[in-house]
């Protein structure tokens, strides 16, 4: 017997905001599927209020309250039976935050669940890898968000270690991360790394999503170290305006696909791995697979 049923996730990050509606298709004696049907992101950026300012604006407040109630519309005419919406970084340290949650429930009927980095690190580690990972290998899986970064040491097909670092996209554009966090990052890279032969990178987010489109590779091919390292130097080259009118990047992806580059590039070297995998996933993918197996709360509509 078939039975489908949608799911949605809400992810609040520091550069923008997602809707995921996936179907959870299950049939008798077979493992469910999950099928992504829909994906809205909205590029609202709240870690560039909340980071310099500790709050969000007012006119960013309101982008958020338009978008909470566009997205329960779409949750509503899709008939999503279940959703989680959580928050990250940004929200996390903004001191407006409850102000607004409670703002949004009002106006649009969805609750939000802010989370700390290490519940962030475990969603995001039990996203569906398996038919993307060798499980006779060791990766290092790496989320480059706007506000932090999100690593997990997956030995054999199991999550061996993980960890945030508030080392982001946003952060960095913004000159405010601290060379001491970068040198914490490296130690524990390194530590965690140093007893596998081989490590291999899996790297998830916006940005090296959009890299590994433009690189034209097939799902499942990895990028090179020196791919990766070649393009980081060919985006220095242009100007912000000639990155989105001569390589065609969105507005707010064209600033921050540098600082994220940075950041694989950087755990690429200090892990020792020569190629990343990109399969296209991340929190969103987590917290619908979590809903699903009641690993975490969630709301019925």
């Not at 992101?41 to 958020?64: C, K, W």
């Not at 040491?153 to 945030?164: F, P, Q, V």
Request: proline residues 2%; contains cysteine; positive net charge.
């Amino acid at each position: 017997m078939l039975k489908i049923q949608k799911y949605a996730a809400i992810d609040i990050g520091s550069n923008a905001v997602r809707l995921l509606i996936s179907n959870i298709i299950e049939q008798d004696n077979e493992v469910p599927v999950f099928k992504k049907n829909s994906l809205v992101r909205v590029p609202i950026r709240l870690g560039a209020d909340v980071f310099l300012t500790g709050e969000i604006s007012d006119y960013n407040q309101l982008r958020m309250l338009d978008t909470m109630k566009a997205f329960g519309l779409l949750m509503k005419s899709h008939g999503v039976v279940r959703y989680k919406a959580c928050a990250t970084s940004a929200m996390r340290e903004a001191k407006n935050r409850g102000t607004l949650t409670q703002k949004i429930k009002k106006n649009s009927g969805i609750s939000i669940d802010i989370i700390d980095g290490e519940e962030e690190a475990a969603i995001i580690a039990a996203t569906d890898l398996h038919t993307f990972i060798d499980s006779n290998k060791t990766y290092l899986y790496v989320d480059v968000g706007g506000g932090s970064t999100e690593f997990s040491i997956l030995h054999c097909g199991e999550k061996i270690d993980s960890k945030s670092f508030r080392i982001g996209t946003v952060r960095l554009l913004n000159d405010i991360v601290k060379n001491e966090t970068w040198i914490e990052l490296e130690k524990w890279i390194k530590e965690k790394t140093k007893t596998y032969d081989k490590i291999e990178l899996i790297g998830s987010g916006g940005n090296i999503n959009k890299i590994f489109k433009i690189s034209g590779k097939e799902l499942g091919k990895p990028l090179t170290y020196f791919y990766l390292s070649s393009y980081y130097q060919m985006l220095q080259n242009y100007s912000y305006e000639e990155r989105i009118t001569k390589l065609n990047l969105n507005q707010d992806r064209a600033d921050v696909i540098i600082p994220a580059t940075r950041i694989y590039l950087s755990a690429m070297k200090w892990s020792g791995a020569k190629d990343m995998y990109v399969p296209k996933i991340g929190l969103s993918d987590g917290i619908i697979k979590s809903i699903y197996y009641e690993t975490v709360s969630s709301i019925s509509v």
